[in-house]
């Protein structure tokens, strides 16, 4: 992969990581603030939810920085980029989970219904995404399979050379 491309997806990324830490440290806070003097759970279950969900997208952003930097390296296609593969699949299903609780819990409340279809949609979403990893951890199953072929048939074709 060209590494301009590898640079500029690190800095999207980055800029990512930068904006979800402004969400831990100043929005999450002033949404618990807006939320007290509702019921005495709901302001730490929703605030404790969004956490969860904003640290789950931020683990699947450092794995995906991690991923990317193995592709500039030329060396993506090696067992141990499964444990990436796995966290971001886990990272997208908790953040899919959280979306469906949010949905959930703002069902019954004030909140505009298409606003709780569109949390639950996103919520469809995440688990598509969830899902596509997955398969793609099974195409790169497959490519590692299909190098360790190539290298083999490599060295046979040097011995018959």
Do not use: H
Request: glycine share 12%; with cysteine; charged share 15%.
């Amino acid at each position: 992969m060209n590494v301009m491309m590898t640079r500029a997806a690190q800095a999207a990324i980055a800029l990512a990581l930068a904006g979800s830490i402004l969400v831990e440290g100043m929005i999450l806070p002033a949404v618990y603030r807006d939320l007290e003097g509702t019921t005495p759970v709901l302001p730490a279950v929703f605030v404790g939810l969004l956490a969860v969900g904003v640290i789950a997208l931020q683990v699947c952003g450092v794995c995906v920085w991690r991923l990317l930097s193995k592709t500039r390296r030329g060396v993506v296609f090696a067992e141990t980029s499964f444990r990436e593969v796995d966290v971001i699949a886990w990272s997208l299903a908790t953040v899919a989970i959280v979306l469906a609780a949010i949905g959930i819990i703002l069902a019954p409340g004030e909140i505009a219904p298409g606003v709780v279809g569109l949390i639950c949609g996103a919520a469809v979403v995440m688990g598509g995404a969830c899902l596509l990893v997955v398969v793609l951890r099974g195409l790169l199953r497959q490519a590692i399979a299909s190098e360790g072929e190539i290298l083999s048939l490599r060295g046979e074709l040097g011995e018959v050379i």
